[in-house]
């Protein structure tokens, strides 16, 4: 959420975030592995220059519990199947300034996804004006 009106910088470094999640989801479909997800936002980081903003790997899976694994980091060979059910949460933190995150569920189906999150992911919808 941005309180108030968004600056410019604010602005681009959302933009960011939104795409290396869009990155994400694109890397998501049966046969991939978790690690290949990961290293698809870790490119995209680099390729926009902002690899020192990284922090964490891109999400987990979630099934009886809220954090478990596999996880889409670039250490976990898991195989992406359908019915596989994660959240997609890269992020970018700016020391000093903000961090921009956004989590959204998916399910794995035969051919892609399927998002169940039903939150906003645009600027617009996540600001509060004053």
């Known amino acids: 959420m941005i309180l108030g009106e968004p600056t410019s910088e604010q602005t681009r470094l959302f933009d960011l975030m939104l795409g290396m999640q869009d990155v994400a989801f694109e890397s998501i479909f049966p046969g991939t592995s978790c ?19 990284w922090r964490h790997h891109t999400g987990h899976a979630i099934g009886f519990g809220m954090h478990e694994a596999p996880f889409l980091d670039c250490g976990d060979d898991t195989k992406i199947e359908p019915g596989m059910v994660f959240t997609v949460e890269p992020g970018l933190y700016v020391p000093g300034f903000a961090g921009f995150r956004h989590s959204d569920t998916i399910v794995v189906t035969d051919d892609g996804i399927e998002m169940l999150t039903s939150y906003p992911r645009d600027l617009a919808g996540l600001t509060i004006r004053c």
Do not use: C, K, L
């Open 35 to 53: 690690g290949d997800v990961d290293r698809a936002v870790m490119r995209y980081f680099d390729q926009n220059g902002i690899g020192e903003y």
